[in-house]
């Protein structure tokens, strides 16, 4: 595992048990989305059979996110997958990360 991956992974792991906002930035739309999370899993691309699935952090709990009307509305699985492919850590503190993929820029912080 990716050093970046693992340090992440290891900060996540670190906010078990708060709720988390993620903010995802990919191309001209802006996610938001209040996790509380309970635990941090890996998926390697090696372990899954299914081509179209990246290597990726699995964080499970619960979440809601804001929709067009800016109402909370409860994500329809009880994971959020952050895709790991190029991740590069530009942020990393206590209260705190910022990262980016190939696919998006977050933002995830302790609410």
Same mark, same amino acid.
């Given at each position: 595992?990716?050093?970046?991956?693992?340090?992440?992974? *290891?900060?996540? =792991?670190?906010?078990?048990?708060?709720?988390?906002?993620?903010?995802?930035?990919?191309?001209?739309?802006?996610?938001?989305?209040?996790?509380?999370?309970? !635990?941090?899993?890996? &998926? !390697? %691309?090696?372990?899954?059979?299914?081509?179209?699935?990246?290597?990726?952090?699995?964080? &499970?709990? %619960?979440? !809601? =996110?804001? !929709?067009? *009307? $800016?109402?909370?509305?409860?994500?329809?699985?009880?994971?959020? +997958?952050?895709?790991?492919?190029?991740?590069?850590? +530009?942020?990393?503190?206590? $209260?705190?990360? +910022?990262?980016?993929?190939? &696919?998006?820029?977050?933002?995830?912080?302790?609410?």
């Amino acid at each position: 595992m990716d050093q970046s991956v693992l340090k992440l992974m *290891d900060w996540l =792991t670190a906010q078990a048990g708060e709720t988390l906002v993620i903010k995802k930035q990919e191309m001209s739309d802006l996610d938001t989305v209040h996790f509380n999370l309970e !635990n941090v899993d890996y &998926r !390697n %691309t090696e372990d899954v059979i299914d081509e179209y699935l990246d290597s990726a952090l699995i964080l &499970r709990g %619960t979440g !809601n =996110t804001l !929709n067009r *009307d $800016g109402e909370l509305v409860p994500l329809p699985q009880q994971n959020y +997958e952050i895709a790991v492919s190029g991740l590069l850590l +530009e942020k990393v503190d206590d $209260g705190q990360v +910022e990262l980016r993929t190939e &696919r998006a820029k977050y933002s995830i912080t302790k609410a």
